[in-house]
């Protein structure tokens, strides 16, 4: 099968090709380097082209309210190219619990990705993954001040990315879902417990106060970035990563 990998050079499309050509499959990676721009459309039909599935993980260079145009302008594009080219598969990677956090932009975003692929006419599948283990160091800065780090006790669930690009690897190269596959780490944590255990683990100094006002997922009620009932657990452990 051919594989048409839109941001395959990025953290998680880099090893999806990876586990695609290790398949047996012609995974071929597309993104800005290659000359593919999902928003002017350049290079678009030519990326598509012959592709029995296309794999979109590309993601809005930011996580305000442009995010909501950025999303619509690319999936546009890429459906209406892989309606013309007659992909039989279009794949996307989400979040766990997207749709109820209506609070933040990003999420609203990323819940009209989501609408916009069900609403086409390519047969589709949607992987919600939890909260990327590589993303706590991005997480400590946003609210870093000092030798103080103030995290929310927002219950997480984080898996390695290695993790998410085998199970994208794995629903891309079966049956249209035309629905959503739930995918989490083993583990669940409280943010603020993960954000002490990264920085000793890091022998970092500084210090986790727990502070449910601060940084993004402070917007984030109750578990949904959890797995849900039904989700397929990954098996890489934080502190096994972290290791």
Do not use: C
């Not at 006790?153 to 739930?182: M, W």
């Amino acid at each position: 099968m051919k594989f048409a990998v839109i941001g395959g050079t990025g953290r998680i499309g880099s090893q999806v090709v990876e586990d695609l050509r290790a398949a047996g499959h012609e995974a071929v990676p597309h993104s800005p380097s290659t000359g593919v721009d999902i928003i002017t459309g350049q290079g678009l039909a030519e990326a598509v082209e012959g592709a029995d599935v296309v794999v979109n993980l590309t993601n809005s260079p930011t996580f305000d309210e442009a995010s909501l145009a950025f999303f619509r302008t690319s999936m546009d594009n890429l459906l209406a190219a892989s309606e013309k080219a007659g992909v039989g598969h279009f794949v996307i990677l989400s979040i766990v619990g997207v749709d109820q956090v209506p609070g933040l932009d990003y999420y609203r975003a990323k819940v009209l990705q989501e609408d916009l692929l069900k609403a086409g006419s390519v047969p589709y599948s949607i992987v919600r993954a939890t909260q990327f283990m590589e993303f706590m160091e991005a997480v400590l800065s946003w609210t870093a001040e000092g030798d103080t780090v103030r995290l929310p006790r927002t219950p997480v669930q984080p898996i390695a990315a290695a993790d998410v690009a085998r199970f994208v690897a794995e629903t891309a190269q079966g049956a249209p879902l035309d629905g959503v596959l739930d995918i989490a780490g083993p583990d669940r944590y409280p943010l603020d417990e993960l954000g002490r255990l990264t920085l000793a683990a890091r022998n970092d100094g500084r210090t986790v106060v727990t502070d449910d006002t601060a940084g993004m997922f402070a917007a984030v009620h109750g578990d949904v970035l959890t797995a849900p009932s039904g989700a397929r657990i990954a098996p890489t452990r934080y502190p096994d990563w972290l290791a």
